[in-house]
Structures are given as C-alpha cells and as structure tokens.
C-alpha cells in the first residue's frame, strides 16, 4: 500500500537555528499534503495543508513565516521551523490521502513523525 | 463552530470490554475517524464510518449517528498491547483528507 516517508526520525537543534523536515509519498504522488502538530498528552493539531505548485494553506494562528512550507513536487513536502525556540519542540507528523484505488477507507497515510528538541 | 469531545482517560482489565464515546459538532461532515496511537508513534487507521450503523472489524467495532453528532468505538477482548491514546476525528466537505481530531482518549488495560 501507498507509503509516507518522514525524516529525520529525531532531531536536537540549538536555539535559533533552523530545521528542515521531509515527508516524501512513496509509490504515489500527493497533489496535497498535511502538517500535524502535536505536544505531549495532547491531539493531532492541524498546522498547514501543503499544496503542490502552490502556496500552503496555514491554519489560524499558526505563523507562516516561522514554518515555511514547500510542496515542489508531487512527492516532496517539506517543513522548515525557522529561528526555533524551546516552546517549538514538538512531535510533527505529515500526512497525505492515499491513491483513490486504495480500499482501506483511510484518508491519511502518516509518516512516522519528527521529535524536535530545541535547547 | 466545531468541536469534538471524547473521554481523557479510561482503565480496564484484560479480557474485558471498552467503550469509548466521542461527540463532535460540524458543518459539511464527510465521514467520522478512529485511530490508535502508541506514545511517540504516527497513529494507525481503525475504522471510517460516514453512514449511520456499526462498522465491525475484527475485536474493534465503530459505531455512528450522525443526527445525534455521536460515535463510539468498541473495543472487545482487551490485550495489554491495547494501551494506547484512541483519537476520534471528522473530515468535513472542504478537503479530502483534512482531519480534526478530538484529544484523545488514553486506555489503560491492566492485567
């Protein structure tokens, strides 16, 4: 079935810095990807739905130009956290709907998710 | 607005039976989601429901009522490997694939 590579896996990164993280649709392609948040104990929070050839679409107070999206091909999404603090390391998952020809009912594949710690 | 709710945590032994309730409010609903997800793990697709009725699959079972904005999930026969947050979520009609999802609902099965 359709697959959703996420990586890093795992990233520690200073204060300040920027992190790039990739989510890539193996075996199909993904017009539209999305971007999950989620801090501990809590839910999956909708951060941005990634649009090939286009621009994201940024959910209400998430700040576009702190995580900038890039959707350049129908296999590539990729999420950068920009000048990162403390109160950005979070669990960030993607996402993307499988091919139509899937039978699961699943909407979402997921990728296995990014651990960010900014220290 | 839109809004879904579900339990934040619930216990039950091995064996037994778990039902987890969720309701939700929306606008151009398309379809109500279960998934499971171990800590620190991407979550894993349960079940979709979008018509009234229960959708059986193995021990877990989905149920839904949409005039009520309710659904539950069952789970039957609990194995320990059952711990886990069970997240409900609905897609409503302005893009496939879009979930809002509810907290999550950490089940506890103890021996």
């Known amino acids: 079935g359709a697959v959703v590579s996420q990586h890093p896996s795992r990233v520690i990164c200073k204060s300040g810095t920027s992190v790039k993280i990739e989510c890539r649709s193996l075996?199909?392609?993904?017009?539209?990807m999305f971007w999950y948040r989620q801090f501990p104990k809590q839910s999956l929070m909708l951060m941005a739905t990634?649009?090939?050839?286009?621009?994201?679409?940024?959910e209400q107070g998430v700040e576009k130009d702190k995580f900038l999206i890039n959707h350049a091909s129908l296999t590539l999404s990729t999420l950068t956290v920009t000048s990162a603090h403390p109160e950005d390391s979070s669990f960030y998952i993607c996402?993307?709907?499988?091919?139509?020809?899937?039978?699961?009912?699943?909407?979402?594949?997921f990728g296995n998710g990014t651990r960010l710690t900014v220290t | 607005g839109q809004n879904i709710d579900q339990p934040t945590e619930m216990t039950a032994t091995e064996g037994a039976i778990v039902q987890i309730n969720c309701t939700y409010q929306?606008?151009?609903?398309?379809?109500l989601f279960w998934y499971q997800q171990h800590a620190g793990e991407a979550p894993t697709f349960l079940s979709y429901?979008?018509?009234?009725g229960l959708e059986e699959k193995g021990r877990f079972s989905s149920f839904l009522s949409r005039s009520k904005g309710y659904s539950y999930l069952l789970l039957k026969e609990l194995q320990m490997k059952d711990s886990a947050s069970y997240l409900c979520?609905?897609?409503?009609?302005?893009?496939?694939?879009?979930?809002?999802f509810g907290a999550g609902t950490q089940v506890v099965v103890t021996p």
């Open positions: 929306t606008s151009g609903f398309n379809g």
């Open positions: 979520a609905f897609m409503t009609t302005d893009s496939w694939g879009k979930l809002q």
């Open positions: 075996d199909f392609q993904a017009t539209t």
């Open positions: 990634s649009n090939e050839g286009s621009k994201a679409t940024y």
């Open positions: 429901n979008v018509l009234d």
């Open positions: 996402s993307a709907p499988p091919p139509t020809e899937e039978g699961d009912n699943s909407p979402l594949h």
